[in-house]
């Protein structure tokens, strides 16, 4: 079988191009991740273009501005991302020096606190014995401590000199070196509850964003840039915290729309498995759990302000040998209420197959086809 090119011509004018202050959201299912199509997401933004004349320009917006990518994680590490970015041709160390991206990881560090290297001194402070009882039943009095006189030169040695021997010194005890980082990697730390600690979040991945924007400004030429956000599985955030520490569906919503000021567009993936997203005490069966219920709220509600949602499911007939699932495109809530509708994009809602190769290609088809 021939290799299928990196981007499926069919997924093209979905990946690419996105609409300014949009929000696409990627919802998957167990038996069907969204890793692949976030990284065409990857490509579409960071390669080159393969063709001058091509209709869609990759790594451009389509004002001609250079497009950089923030990846927040916090279901997978950078190692997966690197590794399954280098089969697509994207080195994502060096486009990390190069200031094109960066990866905010949320998931080795979320809730340990930070490491600083800290330097401890411990004063030690002599105190004086306490007195003790004579055999007589008085106490013994304290003698008083004369200056020690200087101890006498050594007593030279006959016959040949030889050099002292160095005194041994204890080995400086071996202190773990933190991991290397690439370029801006930056780990995200939990600390308070609620809003607050939400708002701290996000201030971190905005220093990201900055350090993105000053370096096209700097060393670029001031070339104008558009920065694309990729926020991987962030209702794992709200099932590892919750109502108990502050966290609802209200509470994602507004930390998403907070971040989605900072950036030109935001993708964002979410699970939308069947206990996730039916709430079963609409069919009298039993009380939805709280993180049913936020789960669902965040997921139907991010829906209602996405510009654009692909869903991915398994086939209805179960598993097939060359097809991994369908991919469904759909327009958002917020579909065409921009005043220049032009910025929505040129594409169509539609329904079509995936297949995933084993050495990370993906073929996109119709039904039928």
Sequence with gaps: MPSQPPL???????????????????????????NWLVLRFLHAALSAPSTPDSAFSFGEGKNGKKQKVVLVSFLRGWEFWRSEAKRLGLDLARLTDKRQFAFVDGLSELFSA??????????????????????????????????????????????PQLAPRPAATAPAPSVPSAPREIGPVKRLHWSGNGATALEKLEKDIADVVEQLWATAATTEGGEESEVLLILDAPDLLLAATGPN??????????????????VHATVMTLAADSPLIHNTSAFGHQMATPLETEHAAFAIGSAHRAHMVMQLRNLETGAARDVSGVLRVSKGGAWGQRDNADEDGVWEEREVLYFIQRDGGVSVFGRGE
């Design 8 to 34: 499926p011509p069919l997924l093209t004018p979905y990946v690419s191009s996105l609409p300014p202050s949009s929000l696409t959201l990627l919802s998957s299912v167990l038996g069907a991740t969204g």
């Design 114 to 159: 930070p490491t600083t290297p800290t330097t401890t001194t411990t004063t030690i402070t002599q105190t004086p014995p306490p007195s003790q009882p004579s055999l007589r039943g008085g106490p013994i009095p304290q003698r008083t401590v004369l200056p020690a006189r200087s101890a006498p030169g050594p007593i030279p040695a006959r016959g």
């Design 245 to 262: 520490k502050g966290v609802g569906a209200t509470e994602m919503s507004d930390w998403v729309m907070g971040l989605q000021q900072y």
